[in-house]
């Protein structure tokens, strides 16, 4: 898809479609009133008559006949006036989108982001409509044999850009365009099953992201895993036949600064290990990469936006899986750095691979570390679907990544590591152990990994509700997210000083 700002008119936009927004209860104003005159007031009209009403996720489709230079006119629905904003703004434009896609439209304009609510940034605007437009546009399927080969949107328009906004819009939508797409490659990698996304093949997906983007790569295998002394990682790795992949991508886009790590767990399927899961929670555990595949995809990105922040990504791979030769509960197993660590559950592991990922970024001079990880179950009870649970030991560094959600789109809420909860994780044998029981679990699997931050600045993203949606919507399909590859992406941007 070709993405373009321009100050053309939308009323003198001759594609295949217009998108226009209109509010639940409210006339057409500005833009949209514009509009609606040339239609003659058939908008205006609708709206009275009760059949557009302006609820989110309803899309009319109107003929323009020749009243306007596009074809059609999508009116889509924005909500309660008082209740807009970027995030409804991103529904809006993924269902119409979407909408318009499979009817057949090809190019299309938009001047959704002229309707944000007074107070949003143009810039974040033009961002919101052409991210949720790629995230709209995923259709998922990724194993279906059939060959049809669907229409596709070619030409998206960012339409009515005043000239002093354009070169702003212009930034702010080419890494949207490139952040988008990323977005969707993660979805790609969560989707496919476990039996192809196996360590190995990420590494294979490292290495190609690589050399798209001009990243350094690295994968280690385990025997390099076990001479550098990754302990807690290898315990996780041992139960299963797939072997694992220490994977680090590296993007120098300054030297002397400051160096940060985007590490992503990439388990690849959780079975539990010999804490075996049951069967309905073990069915959707190949979404157990998507902190790897969210790192992946936003490495691909900073890349390809040549970023000037030296970024590297480390996705510690590997399946966990019961057999003859898994490690047990019970088990005490030494992390990379020396800690001993007395394993309770097996199906505790996240915080494992993550602890020897952390102190290997340590390793590599990171001075700033950002996890990312379907870790806890408890993440769900806390905050559903909708919110990304955030901790960290730098408040500046904790605020750094929820605006960068909040510009993006990704809805974050941070919970507390009060020092009352480390003691949940105390062991009478080793260091620590792997669980801290049933209260605040979500904190405690963040208490675990500061133990293997140091004194660095660290914040951890818990995603484990975020990273998979479990119905079709009508801004995007089910199945993986793509969950906080856009944070990373515009964390990297803003530190980079890219990004106002
Ligand atoms: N991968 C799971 C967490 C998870 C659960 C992610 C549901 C997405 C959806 C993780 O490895 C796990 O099993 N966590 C345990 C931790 C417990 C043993 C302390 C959990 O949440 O039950
Ligand atoms: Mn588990
Ligand atoms: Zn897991």
Redesign the pocket.
């Known amino acids: 898809m070709e993405v373009r700002v321009t100050s053309e008119s939308a009323l003198e936009y001759a594609g295949d479609a217009l998108i226009l927004g209109v509010a639940e209860g409210a006339a057409p104003t500005g833009v949209a009133a514009e509009v609606d005159r040339r239609l003659d007031g058939l908008v205006g009209r609708l709206i009275e008559s009760g059949e557009i009403r302006g609820k989110q996720s309803e899309v009319t489709v109107l003929h323009t006949e020749g009243r306007l230079a596009a074809s059609r006119l999508a009116v889509v629905g924005l909500g309660r006036p008082a209740e807009i904003d970027l995030f409804g703004l991103r529904r809006a434009m993924g269902t119409a989108a979407r909408a318009l896609r499979d009817r057949g439209a090809h190019r299309v304009g938009t001047l959704l982001h002229r309707q944000a609510p007074p107070g949003a940034r143009p810039d974040r605007a033009a961002r919101a409509v052409v991210e949720a437009a790629y995230v709209g546009l995923y259709r998922g399927g990724e194993c279906k044999s059939t060959e049809e080969s669907p229409a596709e949107m070619k030409e998206l328009c960012v339409l009515g850009v005043p000239d002093e906004e354009i070169e702003a819009a212009t930034a702010a939508v080419r890494s949207a365009a490139i952040a988008g797409e990323a977005t969707n490659y993660a979805r790609r990698l969560v989707n496919l099953p476990p039996n192809e996304v196996t360590p190995s093949r990420l590494a294979e997906e490292a290495l190609e992201a690589g050399q798209r983007a001009g990243l350094e790569v690295e994968v280690l295998k385990p025997d390099q895993i076990e001479s550098l002394g990754l302990g807690a990682l290898l315990a996780v790795a041992r139960g299963s036949e797939e072997p694992a992949r220490l994977i680090v991508l590296r993007h120098r886009g300054a030297e002397g600064g400051p160096s940060i790590a985007f590490i992503g767990k990439g388990?690849t399927f959780?079975s539990?290990g010999l804490s075996i899961k049951p069967s309905e929670k073990m069915e959707t555990?190949k979404?157990?990469m998507a902190g790897g595949a969210a790192v992946l995809a936003a490495m691909r990105a900073i890349g390809e936006l040549e970023i000037g922040l030296d970024v590297m990504g480390i996705i510690p791979a590997t399946e966990n899986m019961p057999s003859g030769r898994a490690y047990r509960p019970g088990d005490v197993v030494t992390a990379l750095g020396g800690k001993t660590i007395e394993i309770v559950?097996t199906?505790?592991?996240?915080r494992l691979i993550l602890a020897d990922a952390l102190s290997y970024a340590r390793q590599l001079g990171a001075t700033h570390l950002i996890d990312v990880a379907?870790?806890?179950?408890?993440c769900?009870i806390a905050l559903g679907h909708v919110a990304a649970g955030v901790m960290g030991n730098d408040g500046a560094l904790v605020e750094a990544v929820l605006d960068a959600g909040e510009i993006v789109g990704e809805r974050m809420w941070r919970l507390p590591l009060f020092p009352e909860y480390r003691g949940q994780l105390d062991s009478k044998i080793a260091d620590i152990k792997n669980?801290g029981g049933r209260d605040a679990?979500t904190i405690t699997g963040g208490w675990f990994l500061r133990e293997f931050v140091g004194d660095n600045a660290w914040v951890h993203l818990d995603i484990?509700g975020t990273a998979w949606s479990e119905k079709d919507e009508p801004h995007q399909v089910e199945g993986g997210t793509g969950a906080s590859t856009r944070t990373l992406i515009a964390l990297a941007e803003r530190m980079a000083g890219g990004m106002t």
């Open positions: 388990l959780d539990g555990m979404l157990d559950s199906d505790a592991e996240g379907t870790l806890t179950g408890a769900i669980v679990g484990a």
